[in-house]
């Protein structure tokens, strides 16, 4: 480590200590590929959050200075920065929770698919790393294609025999999040009294919301049902078109990975009754991956809910979803397999 992150470290524990005699409760969480454009909000969320007692950044450039300034924020997690693969180990030995937001972002024009070849790699690194320093974290896995990047986590858990399908979940969360916000709109409410489900997976059809199954109970018109549907499978290109090269979504899948992370701290911790939408290893379709809605416990995903009643304009929605769904799993399958 340089210098600077050295003197973090010697202070910082110094601190766990001091919170280890309290007997404050924490989580250790590593976020891997901190120092981007998701991963520093991110960072900066976590930091904030009560449940985290050490904070570890990872990433190949820029984690000094990220960590650095993190470090000052008065709240009681302890920050640590790690630099390049050779800190990768350090950064995940001990983790309780794992948060992946590395990988390149799309630019206008590109699908989340285009992104494969460079962010597959990635993942099958950062994962190897995984298995062997922390293999019974949870691990919320951000990077894109996620419709293909759960799958090549899956393969390489496999193959280093760590594999603990209720522990890996694809971060889904941005699409509720921005199917609250949609629906809100147009039914006039709080998006916070607002509650989609939206199943499948992470990319154009697969992003299925159910309409039909909104909270509070309410009805659309067919218009509606398309635009809105619409509107949240393409709420990504709306902000990579809205960016014009500068990258895609990340204030808000920052907002949204932290919602879904807090869920699994509060799980990991017991309580009761965490429910959210994750693209996990599931039997609720053919497919051996699906987004659907899931109960959160101690050991990650403890149940998975069926679908529940589909109304025709869903039923086709989830016949399409299912085919694109389909091909990018094997492919991710595939690239590890190879
Ligand atoms: P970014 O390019 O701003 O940041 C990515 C970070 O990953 C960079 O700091 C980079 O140095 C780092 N990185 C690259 N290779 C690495 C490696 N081998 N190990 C560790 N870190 C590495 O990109 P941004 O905007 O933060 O997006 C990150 C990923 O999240 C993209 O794949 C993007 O498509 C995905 N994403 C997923 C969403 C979801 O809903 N699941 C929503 C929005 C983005």
New binding site residues.
Partial sequence: PSDNLQMEGSSNLKRENCRAKGGSPGFKVAI????????QPLAMLMKMNPLVSVLHL?????TPGVTADISHMDTGAVVRGFLG?QQ?EDALTGMDLVII??????KPGMT?DD?FNI?AG?VR??CEGISKCCPKAIVN??????NSTVPIAAEVFKNANTYDPRRLL??????VVRANTFVAEVLGLDPRDVDVPVVGG?AGVTILPLLSQVKPPCSFTQKETESLTSRIQNG?TEVVEAKAGA????LS?AY??VKFADACLHALRGDAGVVRCAFVSSQVTELPFFASRVRLGRNGVEEIYPLGPLNEYERVGLEKAKKELAGSIEKGVSFVRK
């Fill in positions: 891997l590929g901190a120092a981007g454009g998701i991963g990872y990433d190949v450039v820029n693969q990768l937001p590395a990988g390149v972002p799309r989340r992104l962010n990635i690194t950062l896995l951000i990077s894109n294609p996620v694809g971060v889904t969360m941005l699409d992470h990504g990258g895609s979504a990340t899948m949204a990975a």
